[in-house]
Structures are given as C-alpha cells and as structure tokens.
C-alpha cells in the first residue's frame, strides 16, 4: 500500500487522520512543521502528502514549492475556509486537491484513496469502467448512468466528463481538458470547455444550477466529486 506523510501542526488532526488511513491500509508518517515536513518527505519518499497551508515558520505554500523542485508527488491542501486565495495559489503551484477545515476524516480518506487510483502524468486513466455512489461510466460502452437512469451523451461530451472522472477529486484546468480531450492541436476558444461543461450538466445533475457531480473551482477549472466505489 501508499505512504502517505501528513503536514499538520494540531497533533489531534495528525492523530485522527493516521488513524483513518492506517484503518485503509496505508503507512502514515507525520511532520509538525515545514522544515520536518521535508525532511520527512526526503528520507521516505511519499505517495502523497496532506499538507496544511498555516504551518508555523516555514508556510505549507512554502514547503509545496520545494517539494515541486524535486518531486511529483500527489499533494492535498488543507485549508481554513477563508483561504480561497491560498487554495488558487495553491492549485497554481501544483497542488492535486484540497480540502477545507473542518473535515471529515472519512472524506479525506476517500479523497487519498481517489488521488491514488488514478495515473500520474499522461492520458487518464484506461478503466474500463469507473463507478461511483451515484455515476457510472462504462469506457467500452460509451454508457453513463446516474443512480441507474441511463444519461445520454454525445461522443465529446463523454470523454470530457470520462476525463474529469477518471481524475476524481482533482482539479482539471480549461488547459489541461482541452488538452486531454481536444488534444494539442487545438487553437480554439477555451471558453469551448465551458460549454460542453454546460451541456454535461444539463443531462447529468439533478439541479444544474447547483451541481453536485461537475463543480466550479473558480479561477482554476473544474473537477468531477463523488463517492468511489
């Protein structure tokens, strides 16, 4: 299984959520602050680290620029709801995810698990099928359904949303679906995206309006949530 490193100076968060990942499996190591967060993270080499923002001294934004010089390991935010800022800053420097406090460690659990599952660095992941609490979608089929009503999709429409999928939990740019579903030679409009996001959820959420499935992270892009199976 994963190792996963948790960057937190609360030891009763640390506490809580080794408790869950070492439940699922994973080997957990801990760090309080930045500079024992990379020393941590150099002497054994995560998976993925759980990284809080507000660290004393050396900051989690901080500590995520110098594990990118060396590294592209999965790394989730934790984040104070009022830190929209430094969740952007965040995503734009290379986090995968973030989460906001209070969580739910179950969450985080999940989320971990989701990160884990899919492919680093290249086409989404090939499952031929990805299934979810709520959405299923079937690669070899070209089929998706919605707590079992099937959801009608054109070809585009499906890849697009395969792709967000297969990345569950992450943070997708316009850049990056226009490169994994329209490809590199495209040199249209990326607002292109957005459309297509529009349709998707016309035919997919319950409420379009609030969509629960295919979310906005505003001024960075959009990731697909929902509970894997």
Known sequence: MATILIVDDEPSIRQVVRAYLEAEGYTVHEAADGVQALAVFRRYQPDLVVLDVMLPGMSGLDVLQAIRRESDVYVMLLTARSEETDRVIGLTVGADDYLTKPFSPRELAARVKAILRRGRGGAASEEPVLAFRHVRIDSQRYQVWRDDVEIPLTA???????????YAGMVLSREQLLEQVWGYDFYGDPRVVDVHIGRIRQKLEADPTNPRHIVTVRGVGYKFEDEPL
Request: aromatic residues 10%; without cysteine; positive net charge.
């Open 156 to 166: 585009l429409e499906f890849k697009l949303l395969r792709t967000l999928a297969a």
